[in-house]
Nanobody
Framework: QVQLVESGGGLVQPGGSLRLSCAAS????????MAWYRQIPGKERELVAV?????NYADSVKGRFTISRDNAKNMVYLQMNSLKPEDTAVYYC???????????????WGQGTQVTVSS
């Protein structure tokens, strides 16, 4: 059993900030990478930021968003600054996890948290 739970979504004005958190729990041996995706209704889910051994970002959020990890706590965060209306989406946490007693990694997903940027 592995679970990912996101928190921190909500309504914010353009130019504002929001911090998302994701906690992974369960029979985890190691986490190879953690990431944030987002999805707008009618569009495909897109990668926002990923942290394996280093952080990488989609061009649309570079300079505004920061992904960070706390490996000891199996958590990942997304600090979102200078938010724009086009950032409005459901944000999903993703983790590539090796479970205890397994020899391979697979992807797990959180349930998503709504972020709305509007005045």
């Amino acid at each position: 059993q592995v679970q990912l739970v996101e928190s921190g979504g909500g309504l914010v004005q353009p130019g504002g900030s929001l911090r998302l958190s994701c906690a992974a729990s369960g029979s985890i041996y190691s986490i190879n990478a953690m990431a944030w995706y987002r999805q707008i209704p009618g569009k495909e889910r897109e990668l926002v930021a990923v942290f394996g051994t280093s952080a990488n970002y989609a061009d649309s959020v570079k300079g505004r968003f920061t992904i960070s990890r706390d490996n000891a706590k199996n958590m990942v965060y997304l600090q979102m600054n200078s938010l724009k209306p086009e950032d409005t989406a459901v944000y999903y946490c993703n983790a590539r996890i090796q479970r205890r007693s397994f020899s391979y990694y697979r992807d797990y997903w959180g349930q998503g948290t709504q972020v709305t940027v509007s005045s």
